[in-house]
């Protein structure tokens, strides 16, 4: 069956610019993950969904991201006035449901670059 | 909060070789523990995960992992290496929280196997 998908594949911006990324769950998966991959951090979590809510944002760096997610499916991660150092990967992954025995099934991502 | 450790950042071996990742955690209480791949030009995809019962856990393409509790370990290991296996490997952790299952990466193993 299909996997997770994201869009765009590549975005390159100016900085000062927002950005908004996409993630489209495997159907019928009811949790969500964004993490980022950047050089100098590794992985890191960022905000994970069950159905449409956030209960845990923690991993968000700063008060320009935000993210929602709409009909237990597809979510967008939007960055305001991006910086440079929003430059990374942004990977979502999903999961039929969220408990720990469960697998996290990633995204191809999509590569932010801010110029 | 948890942290994960992967001692050994490039890993150069020949084909045939015997291979062993390295992985510590840091947390104290109950863990899921994961190791995943990322070929090059593709995304993460899962190699084994432990949750509970036998600590010596086989995943695909010949892996297995021993989680070692008084260690604090999830090495990864596989007998025989081929050149297919050049990736970059991520050791991961997730604590059973009250919901959520997000995953804590290691900084990551780049291993190239030459022929």
């Known amino acids: 069956g299909a996997g997770v998908s994201q869009s765009p594949s590549n975005k390159v911006t100016e900085k000062g610019k927002d950005v908004e990324l996409r993630c489209d769950p495997i159907s019928g998966h009811t949790a969500l993950y964004w993490y980022r991959q950047s050089l100098g951090q590794g992985l890191e979590f960022l905000i994970y969904?069950?159905?449409?809510?956030?209960?845990?944002k923690s991993g968000l760096p700063s008060d320009r991201f935000s993210a929602e997610r709409t009909g237990g499916s597809v979510s967008t991660l939007t960055i305001q006035r991006t910086q440079q150092e929003d430059s990374a990967v942004y990977l979502c992954?999903?999961?039929?449901?969220?408990?720990?025995?469960?697998?996290?099934?990633f995204g191809p991502g999509t590569r932010l670059t801010v110029l | 909060a948890q942290s994960v450790s992967q001692h050994n950042h490039h890993v150069i071996l020949s084909e045939a070789a015997s291979l062993e990742l390295g992985c510590n955690y840091s947390?104290?209480?109950?863990?899921?523990l994961f190791w995943y791949v990322q070929y090059p030009g593709q995304h993460l995809q899962l190699l084994l995960k432990?949750?509970?019962?036998?600590?010596l856990v086989k995943g695909i393409k010949g892996f297995e992992a021993e989680f070692i509790k008084s260690k604090f370990s999830f090495n990864l290991r596989k007998p025989s290496v081929q050149w297919s296996d050049t990736a970059e490997y991520f050791c991961?952790?997730?604590?059973?929280?009250?919901?959520?299952?997000?995953?804590?990466f290691g900084t990551g193993t780049q291993l190239k196997v030459e022929l």
């Open positions: 432990y949750f509970s019962g036998d600590p």
């Open positions: 991961a952790v997730s604590i059973l929280t009250g919901g959520g299952n997000k995953l804590t």
């Open positions: 947390y104290g209480g109950t863990v899921n």
């Open positions: 992954a999903s999961s039929l449901v969220a408990s720990g025995s469960d697998t996290q099934y």
């Open positions: 969904f069950q159905g449409n809510s956030a209960p845990d």
